[in-house]
């Protein structure tokens, strides 16, 4: 009895911070009901259609990487690249989003299969397989590659450079690829593994999330994540972790080596991140429920430094673009998580 | 001791008469809900907090006094206190001597008399071991850590041997927590003498940039390693080990696979635990809100579990693992299978449970 007495008591005193309906805002946080519906208008507004516009881009690089093969001209190879860089800059709007069907398998996510592998060797792994396989037609399960032998690395260097000597001009390219059969093939394989790869996440977020009977957009609007962790927390703290490492990787100098959109893949990643913030006009947005909730200042301060990411970005600066990614940073484990009232965990944001 | 000491009313204090007095323990609280030391019954499950005047690191059970745990203030700390948790109240505090801080760990010597303390030197960033009798807690003198930046210890099995995780990153009171070296910093796992304070050994991982930090000892002397990395300094992104495994006269042994779970570990362990009945280790990342588990001596990657914002980790007397986060929530796997106790979950909202974990029984 007594066992049950004393839980019972501390659950009568158990404070809430998930069940987002029950809690009465301090001064200065967002009020609460809003910040569910921002979280809609986040979904449907910013998330599912930049992810479905990644799958059709993915869709369109196949389809052209297809025509590219059984054509085979200069042509055609400059139009495979523009596809190529559409689908990159699409992808740099959803490559924050590291959850859900992007990050589903600790072993093998699809974010770390689609996303560029950033080290200073890592052209290395790509182009020796290439240039392994120049004669295969066959027998390569592409699913079951590592990542860095895989995702946009591996088409930029099928489509920006010739095998072996990396030549960068198109004529040479398109000679390459007469001359290998195996490179259309490799082509073929890692297109169509893009495009499945942002169908799973299409699908994940519109129709059915792995074992679950719903779609995950349904369930990050529950506002509980399947291993517990609340939404909105979740959204900020992963934001904030990628901001965070882009910053320290240096990421503008890593990326995008041989499509040399280094910098139209980095303006990206700040335009969604605005984009998610600003919300879309007429709707409630976190901006809007913040200054409503009387921090004005804070949206003036994570505009201001988002304007600076552009600017430095304008200028092809990349320390004050780092320092400016280094203080958006700052404000979502901080300024904005203070504001929305949500707590991104004491050990993840400060530990020792 | 002739200070204000409160004892947070807003839940039931556990019941320390039980014949099962399991207790977990750890410093709790943050900014919003104020900083102390917290404890738990395992049987009961009921917390109980006692308000601290500065966020706690790490914590030790006494050895001549199970009752008491001394918890040490986080870097650049200046306080610890002693807390018993049959009484309900702390019962002592020390300070830091002039010009030093505290890392935030401490261990015991085996027969309990005496207390050493991770420790900085704010002139000259120097590390040191402080040394305490376990009793008055009056310093009884120190020795050099043999780095900088020491952080985590324990002592061997051996009775003499101190076994201190030198981070290398050096940082100063009057900056807080900012890193100073990240270019030139030394992180050494360190072996020193208690009885002459000299160094006996040291050794490194590969990564010039891996800070060695927090550590676990088994009691044939295999020492569990948690690190985390100082990617700011890097050109790479290539993962880098977080956990290693070092036994007496080998080398370090990295724990390199699985490099997906390494990497979603996000260069990022805040905690270590040795389960001695089934020699796993426990990793934990609150960065990657996982908890990673290997074997100590086969070095095989056992499992793993996911938890936000999951930091501290201990064993309880069941032999299962009892981690913890800032969400007020401790989980209790299976020690072999590593499954959860999913019906012994608890939750106590606002009571965030801080980087370390310790299950006493008393």
């Known amino acids: 009895m007594k066992k049950i007495l004393l839980f019972s008591l501390s659950l009568f005193f158990l404070p809430v911070y998930g069940e987002h309906s029950t809690v009465v805002p301090e001064k200065g946080q967002a009020y609460l009901p809003d910040i569910n519906k921002v979280q809609a208008s986040l979904v449907y507004d910013h998330i599912l259609p930049n992810i479905r516009s990644f799958l059709i881009a993915a869709k369109d690089l196949k389809a052209t990487a297809n025509e590219f093969c059984h054509t085979k001209t200069e042509k055609k190879l400059a139009e495979l690249q523009e596809k190529f860089k559409t689908l990159s800059v699409r992808w740099h709007r959803i490559e924050m989003l590291n959850f859900g069907p992007l990050n589903d398998d600790i072993f093998l996510p699809k974010r770390d299969a689609i996303n560029y592998p950033i080290n200073n060797t890592s052209l290395s792994y790509p182009r020796s397989f290439v240039a392994k396989h120049l004669n295969a037609t066959s027998g390569i399960d592409f699913s079951s590659l590592s990542p860095r032998e895989k995702g946009l690395l591996m088409l930029e260097v099928l489509l920006f450079e010739t095998a072996v000597s990396n030549d960068k001009q198109l004529e040479k390219i398109v000679e390459d690829y007469k001359k290998n059969l195996g490179k259309c093939y490799l082509l073929k394989g890692f297109s169509e593994l893009i495009e499945s790869d942002a169908q799973y996440i299409d699908d994940g977020w519109n129709i059915k999330y792995r074992q679950s009977t719903k779609p995950f957009k349904d369930i990050y609007l529950s506002g509980t994540l399947p291993d517990g962790s609340d939404s909105l927390v979740t959204l900020i703290s992963e934001i904030q972790k990628y901001l965070e490492y882009i910053k320290k990787r240096n990421v503008i100098s890593m990326t995008a080596p041989l499509s040399g959109i280094s910098y139209d893949n980095a303006f990206s990643v700040i335009n969604s991140i605005e984009s998610l913030l600003e919300g ?60 929305l009232g949500i707590n991104l965990g004491l050990n993840f944001a400060d530990g020792d | ?64 006094n199970p009752s008491q745990v001394i918890m040490y203030g986080r870097r650049p700390g200046n306080m610890a206190i002693v807390a018993d948790v049959l009484q309900n109240k702390i019962v002592n505090r020390f300070r830091v001597a002039k010009n030093r801080f505290f890392y935030g760990h401490g261990c015991f010597s085996h027969d309990g008399k005496t207390l050493f303390t991770t420790e900085g030197d704010s002139i000259t960033g120097e590390g040191k071991i402080g040394i305490r009798d376990s009793v008055t807690y009056q310093q009884l003198g120190e020795f050099d850590a043999g780095g900088i930046g020491p952080h985590d210890l324990t002592i061997m099995p051996d009775g003499k041997t101190l076994v201190v995780a030198i981070g290398g990153i050096l940082t100063r009171p009057e900056t807080g ?32 940039k891996s800070s060695i930090r927090h550590l676990d000892i088994a009691s044939d002397g295999t020492v ?38 390494i990497r979603a570990m996000n260069d990022y362990l805040g905690s270590v635990v040795i389960n001695e009945q089934t020699r796993i280790a ?26 936000h914002d999951v930091c501290g980790i201990a064993v309880n007397s069941k032999h299962h693992f009892m981690i913890s986060n800032s969400l007020g929530e401790v989980r209790e796997l299976d020690g072999t299978t590593l499954k959860e106790y999913k019906q012994r979950r608890v939750v106590h909202k606002h009571s965030p449970w801080d980087n370390h974990m310790l299950a006493i029984t008393v």
């Open chain 2, 1 to 64: 001791m002739g200070m204000p000491i409160e004892v947070i009313a807003n839940m039931a204090l556990p019941d320390t008469r039980s014949a099962e007095r399991e207790i977990l323990v750890s410093a709790m609280g943050d900014k919003k809900t104020g900083y102390g030391f917290g404890f738990m019954s395992v049987a009961q499950q009921a917390l109980a907090k006692l308000t601290t005047d500065f966020r706690g690191h790490g914590v030790s059970q006494h050895p001549l």
């Open chain 2, 177 to 208: 927590r900012k890193k100073l070296n990240l270019h030139e910093m030394v992180s050494t796992l360190t072996y020193i003498d208690t009885f002459t304070g000299k160094k006996i050994d040291e050794f490194r991982v590969p990564e010039s």
């Open chain 2, 282 to 307: 426990g990793f934990t990342s609150p960065r990657g809100n996982i908890v990673g588990f290997w074997n100590i001596d086969t070095l095989e990657f056992v499992g793993y579990h996911q938890m």
């Open chain 1, 280 to 339: 879309v006009p007429g709707k409630t947005s976190f901006f809007s429920i913040i200054e409503a909730a009387g921090k004005k200042s804070v949206v003036d301060l994570v505009r201001e430094n988002i304007s600076d990411a552009k600017q430095a970005l304008s200028v092809k600066d990349n320390s004050a673009y780092n320092a400016a990614v280094g203080r958006l940073a700052a404000n979502f484990k901080r300024d904005l998580a203070e504001s």
């Open chain 2, 224 to 261: 569990a390693i948690a690190m985390q990395i100082q990617r700011s300094a890097m050109t790479h992104d290539n993962p880098i080990p977080l956990g290693a495994i070092h036994k007496p006269n080998e080398d370090i042994k990295l724990l390199t696979e699985p490099v997906p779970l």
